[in-house]
């Protein structure tokens, strides 16, 4: 079964410059979630969708990011301008909606490699 | 949400099996303990859940303690990919707790 794509897997890009990261989510999944994980501060959820609905974005970092879910399977994240402190590793994760035994598991992709030089 | 607090590191030899403790006192009643881990280069993994049973599954055990203040991971034969980080989370259930925050974690090294 295929898992939570991610693309690219890595991007190398001078500051200024746009950036769009992509990720599919396992079929079927109804909520996907966009991290951001570095050696200072670790894993940090961006923001978390609900059925494409952005239902929180309270760990977007600032105006220049911004995330979009258009359809059921796609999602980017997008920082313009980028800069030098963006530079991290970017998870998406995609779970079915929470049971009545708690929580779905999150599915994490294999994340983006992001440097902003 | 409840604080977990994990040992930064622990060692294991291969084959034995690896115990990860996790304290989260200041848990309520309707939180969910949950285990992720990461592999080196690799986006978090699922392991395992429960709120107040005993839960096993293919990949580890998890025992929580009568009280709930504190919970343990078993790998029962541990081999040098579960090198890892390992994270105990504390959430509540339902829509709400989907948001995962993750703790600094325990670094297990699976030794050969």
């Known amino acids: 079964d295929a898992g939570v794509i991610q693309s690219p897997r890595h991007e190398v890009t001078e500051m200024g410059q746009e950036v769009t990261l992509r990720c599919k989510p396992i079929s079927g999944h109804n909520s996907l979630f966009w991290y951001r994980q570095t050696m200072m501060r670790g894993l940090e959820l961006l923001i978390y969708?609900?059925?494409?609905?952005?239902?929180?974005d309270s760990g977007m970092p600032e105006d220049r990011f911004s995330a979009k879910m258009p359809n059921a399977s796609f999602s980017t994240l997008k920082i313009q301008p980028s800069e030098p402190r963006d530079s991290a590793v970017y998870f998406c994760a995609s779970s079915l909606k929470a049971s009545g035994r708690g929580n779905q598991p999150q599915h994490f992709g294999d994340g983006t490699r992001l440097s902003i030089l | 949400d409840a604080k977990t607090t994990q040992p930064p590191s622990m060692d294991c030899a291969e084959g034995r099996a690896a115990n990860l403790p996790c304290n989260h006192s200041?848990?309520?009643?309707?939180?969910?303990v949950y285990w992720y881990r990461q592999i080196h280069s690799q986006g978090p993994q699922y392991i395992i859940h429960g709120l107040k049973n005993n839960e096993t599954n293919e990949m580890a055990s998890l025992i929580i303690t009568e009280d709930r203040k504190s919970s343990t991971l078993i790998l029962p034969h541990a081999t040098l990919r579960d090198t890892a980080v390992y994270y105990c989370?504390?959430?509540?259930?339902?829509?709400?707790?989907?948001?995962?925050?993750f703790g600094g974690g325990t670094r297990l090294m699976v030794k050969p």
């Open positions: 969708f609900n059925n494409n609905v952005p239902i929180d």
């Open positions: 200041t848990i309520s009643g309707n939180e969910y």
């Open positions: 989370i504390v959430r509540v259930g339902g829509n709400a707790g989907n948001m995962l925050t």
